[in-house]
């Protein structure tokens, strides 16, 4: 069935650039996404890539696609200490809106 | 998280008890669904709908109902509570089911439930 997996944790320094990475199994899947949880919060959509894309930038934001090793990474410039959360990969499978969520990545930054 | 509401916020149930966990949306989105996050597993789909009166099972639908007979408002049942549903629980909605050409899938900010 679909799998996606995340590392659990990731510890940066203050301005240092962070790298995420997810993979998945469902060859399918029209679009994958990143979603930030902060403490006590919902999920934030941070961003999203369409599966004929190999890369997609949105200010401090870069989202990789390796289609043939269905391996997704997202990489923060400059992490900050709001940056601190849990993030989220996820891809749509069989019916488009329905999404399969990695467990999530911890990023902690410390200055 | 604008438009989609979730209540309450917090629960605690004693095992065995109901309750409905309310969720409503003013975007009039199609799909609507629920989500539950454990640790170390991500969120996992409950239950989901494409539209008025049309529900549908997701990957972890026992102990659990739907309906949806408005647009607007998708609430999810527990019918007798086990300590195994204590979770923290998402809504969620996006504006049309299939391709979603762009469209973002909005979350509610969650119902923290116990069982005790």
């Known amino acids: 069935g679909e799998d996606v997996e995340q590392s659990l944790f990731l510890s940066v320094r203050e301005g240092d650039s962070s790298v995420i990475n997810c993979t998945y199994t469902?060859?399918?899947?029209?679009?994958l996404y990143w979603y930030k949880q902060e403490p006590g919060a919902g999920l934030q959509l941070l961003t999203y890539?369409?599966?004929?894309?190999d890369m997609k930038q949105d200010q401090r934001l870069t989202v990789l696609l390796n289609k043939k090793d269905k391996h997704l990474s997202l990489r923060i410039a400059d992490t900050q200490t709001g940056d601190s959360a849990i993030y989220f990969c996820a891809e749509t499978s069989g019916g488009y809106n329905k999404l399969i969520f990695g467990a999530g990545t911890r990023l902690a930054v410390h200055p | 998280n604008a438009g989609v509401t979730q209540t309450p916020k917090f629960q605690v149930l004693k095992t065995g008890q109901s309750m409905t966990l309310q969720c409503a949306q003013d975007m009039n989105h199609e799909y609507m669904s629920w989500y539950r996050q454990d640790p170390g597993m991500g969120l996992r789909l409950i239950h989901y709908s494409v539209g008025a009166g049309i529900t549908d099972q997701g990957e972890v639908p026992n102990g659990y109902n739907v309906s949806r007979s408005t647009t607007e408002d998708f609430p999810l049942r527990l019918l007798s509570a086990a300590p195994s549903q204590t979770s923290v629980y998402f809504c969620?909605?996006?504006?049309?089911?299939?391709?979603?050409?762009?469209?973002?899938?909005?979350f509610g900010e969650g119902s923290w439930l116990t069982v005790v």
């Open positions: 969620a909605s996006t504006l049309t089911w299939g391709p979603p050409s762009g469209n973002t899938i909005y």
């Open positions: 469902d060859s399918s899947s029209t679009y």
């Open positions: 890539i369409f599966s004929n894309m």
